[in-house]
C-alpha cells in the first residue's frame, strides 16, 4: 500500500501547536497501513522568532507571521492552534477555501461563536474536527467500552475533577482574557471532561452552577457543576485553575448499578474498576487487545509497556491525518458539532452560575446542509 501525505498549514506555535507539531511528525510511525505522511508546510505564528526555533525543530518548511496569507491552495488540512478568539476567522477563511479543518478546543469563545463555526463548515463541507484529546487515551476508550457493552449496568454517576495551576501566568495570558477566552476553568479545563461524559455516557441536558474567581476582571478560576445527563445519570465537574498544590490533576469516575470505573490523568495507563461486594482492583489498559494495542509496537511481544501524553496526541493526529486523507470514515475525533455542544453547556453553566437556577441546556439545531463531510475525499 503506498504511503499518504497530508499538506498541512497551522496557526499558533505556543504550547498546543508545539505539541501537534510533534504528535503529527510522530503519527507517521505508527504500525497502522497506510503510512500517512504530515506534510508540514506552512507554520503562521505572530512571534517570528518562535515561529523560527518551532519551525527548525519539527521541520515545518515555511513561516509567516500573518496567517491570512497561508496558500490555502496548497495545503489539505488547517490546524488551528490559535488562542480561542482567533478560531472563527482563521476556520472561516479555511473552510472557504475548501480545506479540512481541524481546530483546538474549546472551539470557540462562546456558543453562538462556536456555531457559527459550526454552521460555516457545513456549509463549505469541508471535513471538522475539534481537538477533544481525551478521546484517544486509551482508557478514556476503555471505560467507553465498559460502559457500552454494560459491565456497570445502568450508568447513575459521572464525577470529574480537573485541576492544576496557572497562577504563574496571572492575569497576563489571554485565557484570563474574558473576550479571547470566552469562559476560564469551566471552558479550558472543564470543556475536556464535559466531552468526555458526553463520549462515554451521555448528552449533558440540564445544570446548575457555582463559580469563583481570584483574579479582578477576569472570568472564571474555578467551577463546580451539578448536571443530569441525557440518560437520567448525575454528574459533577469541579475545576480549578489556580490550585497551586496540584500540577496537573484530572481524575474521573463513572458508577453504575453494577460497577464503577475510576481513572487519574497521572496513572493515564490504569483503570480502578469496582464490583459489588468484590473491592477494587487496578486494571493496566495498555496490554494486547487494549483499545490502540498496535498502533506503536505489536503488544505483549516485549511485555505491555505503558503510553504517555505525547503518544495520545499521536493517535489524534493519526486519526485526522486518515480522515484528510481519505484513509477513513468512522472517527471517535469531536467533531464541530460536539465542539458547539460543549460551547454551548459552558454557556449554560456560566448562566446557571449567574442566576443561581438549575437551566435545561437548550441546543440548536443542525445548520442544513447538502453535505456534511465526513474526510477530504467528500470535497
Ligand atoms: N487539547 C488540549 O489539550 C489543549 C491544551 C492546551 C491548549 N489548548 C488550546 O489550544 C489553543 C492555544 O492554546 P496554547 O496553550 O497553545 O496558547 P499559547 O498562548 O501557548 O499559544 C498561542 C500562540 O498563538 C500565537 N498567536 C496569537 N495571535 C496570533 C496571530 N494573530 N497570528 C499568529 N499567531 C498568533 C501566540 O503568539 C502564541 O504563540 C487554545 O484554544 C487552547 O484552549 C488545547
Not at 504563574?168 to 474574558?178: E, I, L, N, V
Not at 461524559?197 to 446548575?208: P, Q, T
Amino acid at each position: 500500500m503506498s504511503d499518504a501525505r497530508v499538506r498541512i498549514g497551522m496557526l499558533g506555535a505556543g504550547f498546543i501547536g508545539q505539541m501537534h507539531s510533534l504528535a503529527m511528525r510522530s503519527a507517521r510511525y505508527t504500525r497502522l497501513q497506510p503510512a500517512i505522511e504530515a506534510d508540514l508546510v506552512v507554520l503562521a505564528e505572530a512571534d517570528a522568532g518562535l515561529a523560527r526555533e518551532v519551525a527548525h525543530r519539527y521541520q515545518w518548511r515555511h513561516t509567516t507571521t500573518d496567517w491570512g496569507v497561508l496558500p490555502t491552495h496548497e495545503l489539505d488540512l488547517f490546524i488551528n492552534a490559535g488562542p480561542n478568539h482567533l478560531h472563527r476567522a482563521a476556520c472561516e477563511a479555511a473552510a472557504q477555501a475548501g480545506i479540512g479543518l481541524f481546530c483546538e478546543k474549546p472551539l470557540a469563545p462562546t456558543a453562538d461563536e462556536a456555531y457559527d463555526i459550526w454552521r460555516i463548515t457545513v456549509r463549505h463541507g469541508v471535513l471538522h474536527r475539534c481537538a477533544y484529546m481525551h478521546r484517544f487515551i486509551p482508557a478514556i476508550q476503555f471505560m467507553r467500552r465498559l460502559v457500552r457493552e454494560g459491565e456497570l449496568g445502568e450508568i447513575t454517576n459521572f464525577r470529574s475533577s480537573f485541576l492544576l495551576d496557572m497562577s504563574t501566568d496571572g492575569a497576563t495570558s489571554w485565557r484570563f482574557d474574558r473576550a479571547k477566552a470566552g469562559a476560564g476553568a469551566i471552558g479550558d479545563l472543564g470543556s475536556h471532561h464535559i466531552d468526555v461524559a458526553r463520549f462515554v455516557v451521555g448528552e449533558v441536558v440540564r445544570v446548575s452552577a457555582m463559580v469563583a474567581s481570584r483574579h479582578e476582571g477576569a472570568n472564571d478560576d474555578a467551577a463546580v457543576v451539578t448536571a443530569q445527563l441525557d440518560n437520567g445519570a448525575l454528574a459533577v465537574f469541579d475545576v480549578n485553575r489556580v490550585s497551586p498544590a496540584h500540577d496537573l490533576s484530572g481524575r474521573i469516575e463513572i458508577d453504575g448499578t453494577r460497577g464503577s470505573v475510576a481513572w487519574h490523568m497521572q496513572r493515564l495507563n490504569e483503570v480502578v474498576i469496582r464490583k459489588p461486594r468484590q473491592g477494587a482492583r487496578t486494571e493496566f489498559v495498555t496490554r494486547p487487545e487494549h483499545p490502540l494495542e498496535g498502533f506503536w509496537l505489536p503488544g505483549g511481544i516485549q511485555g505491555s509497556h505503558p503510553l504517555g501524553w505525547n503518544e495520545c496526541f499521536a493517535h489524534q493526529s493519526r486519526d485526522i491525518l486518515g480522515l484528510a486523507a481519505g484513509q477513513l470514515t468512522e472517527s471517535p475525533a469531536a467533531t464541530f458539532e460536539d465542539g458547539y455542544r460543549v460551547a454551548q453547556v459552558v454557556d449554560t453553566v456560566l448562566e446557571a452560575a449567574n442566576t443561581g437556577r438549575s437551566i435545561a441546556v437548550d441546543y440548536r439545531p443542525s445548520p442544513a446542509a447538502a453535505t456534511v463531510s465526513g474526510s477530504a475525499a467528500d470535497r
